[in-house]
Structure formats: C-alpha cells, structure tokens
C-alpha cells in the first residue's frame, strides 16, 4: 500500500497543491510553520477521515477559502494497493449557516463514486508519529481512548459504524435520563437506549479487548528492541462497566485479564445491560450514562511501574516511538500490505542511537516520509536514498539534494 500523488485545495496553508512520491522515503525539508506537517496530516486524514491535529475538521480549510460563497477544501491521493491504482478524495464542505458559523459537511469518493465514511474507512492505512503524541501516555484517558480507536478503524471498518451508532445513543440517552430527573416520567423509557447502547458498547469492548490483547504482542517487541531488552511493558485495558477505573490488572467486570480476552459479544452485552439496570436510578440523579467505552482506560505499565504517573520523558518518548513501529507491523499482519509512514520531526526527538536504530528500521518495502528542519540529522547516504522536497511557504520543490 502506498501513496503516489497528493493533491491539495483550500487545505491548511495551501491553496493549490501537487507532488507527487517514491516507492520508499521522502524527505520534507524547511523551517517551522511551512506547511511540511500539514502535507503529513493530509495524507493521515485519508486514513481516519478526520484531522490528528485539529479540534474541529473545519479548521483544516484554508483561511482565504473561507470568503468563498460555499468553502471547500480537498484532499486528493493517488493510492496503489494490491497493485492497482485508486484515487481516494475527501471533500470538505462548510456549508453556510445563519449564525454565520456554517455546518462542517464531509463527502468521501473512491475511484469518483462517492461512499458511506464507514465503507472507506480502512481503505488506505498509515500510521503518523508527532512529537506531540506523548500526550497518549501523559493526558487523559480520552486521549489514550482516541488512539485505540483510530488504530482499530483502519483495521475493522465494522468498528467506526459502531462508535457513532454508540455516540448517538448515548446522546439520546443522557438526554432522557436528564428530562426523567427534571421532570418524572416511565423510567421505562430508557429500555430502548439501554439495548441501543449494551450492544454497540459490547461490539466496540470486544474489539478493544482482543486487538489490544494481540497488539501488545507487537507492542512488547518493538519496546524490548529499543531499550535493548532492559524493559519490559504491558497494556492494561480496563473497560469501565462499574464507572471506576481501577488500576488492577482485573477488566471492571470482575474477571481476569485471561478470562476477559476469551468473553464473546453476548456475554459482554449482557453483563453491560445487566449493569446499566443496576444503576439506572443513579444515572437519573446524576443526568449522565456513567458506565460504557466511553469511560474506558488503557494504562501503560513498564516494569509494573505505571508510565503515564511515574514515566520520565525518555521512557514515554520511546514508548510511543514503539507504539508506532509496532502499529505498522500490526496493520501489515492484519491488511496483508504494509500501511504508509509519517514521521514528523521524529529524528529531532531521538539521541543519535535510537536516531540510527530508526533509520536502519525502514524495510525495504516500506514507504516513509519524514519532515525535518535540519538536514543534518540525517547521513549522507540516508540522503541519497530519499526524494528530497523543499518546503517554503506553502509551496513545495523538489531539491537536487536527494
């Protein structure tokens, strides 16, 4: 799976733009706020269909577009997979509102025909690292939540239907739970969005519970490889069925890690109903669904010490160094062909060693491409094997040095 082309209008600092990419590596070069992590977002967003970086996807149109009667940004790549060609668009569409904030409309169109944003999803995988994405360990679990679920949607398309069907339900759900504590009323009511939300919630619990239980396989490798065997790490999913997290090594249901990992979709669904029953009158006084994935949490712990807590800076660093590596595995394993890299100011981030380890990483059928404000970072004869692109003010040139 590669990208061979990338088009851009109205998307970021650019107004127009066209390059186009090796089998292998690419090298985006220039000074800070240039556009090199924009071209990386792009690409990235033709994976998950939403912006890493940004909290609302209308940011990602560009400033001068916003005066046009109907702004539209779009992003454009030139896919190979299984050795055919695609073209894979996604339109952004700010449709104007009275308020004068406009509406946020997204089309997506495979080969010109346009789809379902559930039936793309997983069509063409890649993985990105930002410097910023030790705030996976170091934020919230709704950090640690949104990762997961951006790994899973490249890998089970199934899985992005049932997070927004589960999104919806739950909206609906708080709501009534709010109007019964105001206003009374058949707490009945709530028997529909219960089931709504035991069996969504089961569907995403059980992905979560056996692809995170695969991935740390994966996981451990890269993290053992790059601390040369003196650490060990381990994921710690705790789904939250009681509304607590707790750090126990135990899934919230009561069982062990073991027997979690052998629970169907049946079981978890009808625990979490049963569940959701329990607390139902709780959940009235409260006005808030308080069990579910959305209140799920993943911890990392290496040498039984908990990283996001007790981590230094070098650990978490290298942690997420190999989470990524261990993504681009994992998703080869699981798609048959090896998703797309994007390492942003990656080298910057590294001591000269784990710099080295990296670069020697890059199989010879990977495709990466690396952004850099210093050239240097890099050996000659690294150089030579990469396309070379300037990047200067939102325009791109290929530089003779590559």
Not at 48 to 54: G, H, K, N, R, Y
Not at 70 to 86: D, E, F, L, S, Y
Request: with cysteine; hydrophobic share 40%.
């Amino acid at each position: 799976m590669q990208i061979r082309s990338l088009s851009l209008s109205n998307y970021r600092i650019f107004k127009r733009l066209e390059m186009d990419f090796p089998q292998r590596l690419t090298l985006l070069v220039g000074n800070n706020a240039q556009g090199k992590t924009s071209i990386l977002e792009a690409i990235h967003f033709l994976s998950i269909f939403t912006s890493p970086l940004a909290s609302s996807d209308r940011e990602a149109i560009n400033l001068l577009a916003l005066k046009d009667e109907i702004p539209v940004g779009r992003i454009v790549g030139g896919i190979q997979k299984a050795g055919k060609n695609h073209t894979l668009e996604i339109r952004l569409i700010l449709n104007p509102a009275q308020n004068g904030s406009g509406r946020l409309r997204k089309e997506v169109l495979i080969d010109g025909v346009k789809k379902k944003l559930f039936d793309a999803v997983g069509f063409f995988n890649s993985v990105l690292f930002l410097p910023q994405m030790t705030r996976i360990l170091e934020d919230g679990p709704d950090e640690r939540r949104k990762y997961i679920d951006q790994l899973l949607s490249q890998a089970y398309p199934g899985y992005v239907r049932a997070l927004s069907d589960y999104q919806a339900a739950l909206t609906r759900r708080n709501a009534l739970l709010k109007l019964l504590f105001d206003k009374g009323g058949d707490e009945g009511q709530l028997a529909y969005w219960d089931e709504m939300i035991a069996s969504n919630g089961a569907t995403i619990i059980e992905a979560r519970i056996k692809s995170i239980s695969d991935f740390e396989k994966y996981f451990r490798e890269q993290f053992r490889r790059l601390t040369g065997s003196r650490e060990e790490i381990c994921l710690d999913y705790q789904p939250s069925y009681n509304g607590e997290n707790q750090a126990s090594h135990q899934l919230a249901l009561g069982i062990s890690q073991s027997q979690g990992d052998q629970l169907g979709y049946t079981e978890i669904r009808d625990h979490f109903l049963a569940r959701l029953k329990t607390l139902r009158r709780e959940e009235i006084r409260r006005g808030v669904t308080t069990i579910g994935p959305h209140r799920d949490e993943i911890r990392f712990f290496s040498n039984n010490m908990d990283l996001g807590v007790f981590g230094s800076r070098g650990q978490i660093r290298t942690a997420v160094m190999a989470l990524k590596i261990a993504e681009t595995q994992w998703l080869k394993d699981k798609s048959g062909e090896l998703p797309v890299l994007l390492l942003d100011e990656t080298l910057a981030e590294l001591d000269e060693l784990r710099r080295a380890d990296l670069l020697n990483s890059l199989g010879l059928d990977e495709q990466a491409i690396l952004t850099t404000t210093d050239l240097k970072l890099f050996t000659p004869d690294f150089i030579k094997t990469c396309q070379v692109w300037q990047v200067a003010e939102g325009r791109v040139e290929k530089s003779t040095s590559g």
